[in-house]
């Protein structure tokens, strides 16, 4: 699989469109200098594959599976799968993988399942691992864990502007709209409760096929979803929900012929860098490493 690494550079986040999106769709600021000395950058790795999909539309497990053990050895900079995985989990860790059960575009159960194997395959016994979202609450795995991984479907969402790896963890508390005001602006200081705080080893932003428009809380329409045949993985969630507005807002452009603002703004993202600290939400700090099949790629 060819690989090829993309840098967006200060000068070109000011110049170019990307930023601009961003900045309107979330209420980022662009109040910086082009030629300030740049701090190390947050990496992503998005790997494609337009084989992921077989000819009847359902997911191509073995594609999946090499697409997750492609994207996190790059992330983790190792020279095999299971070298990569152990560098994000120990044996003696009790693990959650928070997924997402939305029914219309739930986290895909071949994508839980894949990485229950991996997680099992670095010496955790099966039942030191919990793989869930409702009611996580109750389950002893997510209350005692040493080790979250975060993966869920990229869509827009009524309340948040768009649903990503920040607001996935809203499950983590026992009254999850507490958190709707202002645009779930507060999102991010669900990070910071001892549940869940210093220990998410992964996030993975689901693209297999992102939903990039609706109307109303509950809203799923076939014909605003597409086969972009992506995951984006790395350890900040803020990065992964940047550029995955960024993705949301050009396939709008592509698919209305003009902008198409979210409603209501992703401020949540935005907030979760400026405010609390989270993660980074500028794209010009953000090296985006890309893997794979790139025709349509958007970002």
């Known amino acids: ?21 961003l900045a309107a769709a979330t209420g980022l600021s662009l109040n910086v200098n082009a ?3 740049l701090p190390p950058k947050t990496r992503l790795v998005l790997i494609r594959d337009a084989g992921v999909f ?15 053990d492609e994207a996190v050895m790059t992330f983790c900079q190792a020279q095999d799968a299971a070298t990569a995985w152990k560098t994000l989990v120990r044996a003696e860790d009790l693990v959650g993988i928070k997924s997402n059960a939305w029914n219309s575009l739930p986290t895909p159960p071949e994508l839980e399942q894949a990485l229950l194997k991996r997680v099992m395959a670095t010496g955790v016994p099966e039942k030191n691992i919990a793989v869930g979202d409702r009611r996580i609450l109750d389950n002893p795995i997510f209350q005692n864990s040493t080790a979250l991984i975060n993966v869920r479907p990229l869509r827009t969402h009524h309340w948040s502007g768009v649903g990503g790896c920040i607001k996935n963890y809203i499950q983590f508390v026992p009254q999850p709209w507490d958190y709707h005001n202002e645009y779930c602006s507060p999102l991010a200081s669900i990070w910071d409760l001892p549940i869940v705080k210093g220990k998410t080893r992964l996030n ?22 597409w086969n972009y045949c992506g995951l984006l993985v790395g350890n900040d969630p803020v990065a992964l929900d940047a550029i995955g507005v960024q993705l949301i ?5 592509e698919h209305f012929k003009e902008d198409r603002p979210l409603t209501p703004p992703a401020i949540h993202i935005t907030r979760a860098d400026t405010t609390y600290g989270l993660g980074t939400a500028d794209p010009a700090k953000i090296e985006l490493i890309k893997l794979g099949w790139a025709d349509g790629a958007l970002v």
């Open 1 to 21: 699989m060819k690989h090829s690494t993309e840098y967006i550079s200060r000068r070109d986040f000011l110049r170019g469109t990307a930023g601009i999106t």
């Open 35 to 37: 030629e300030d000395v």
């Open 54 to 68: 077989n000819e009847k539309g359902n997911i191509n497990r073995e594609v999946l599976e090499r697409m997750l």
């Open 204 to 225: 993975i932003l689901v693209l297999l096929q992102p939903l990039f428009y609706g109307i109303g809380p509950h809203h799923y329409d076939r014909s605003y979803v």
């Open 249 to 253: 807002m050009a396939k709008r452009r």
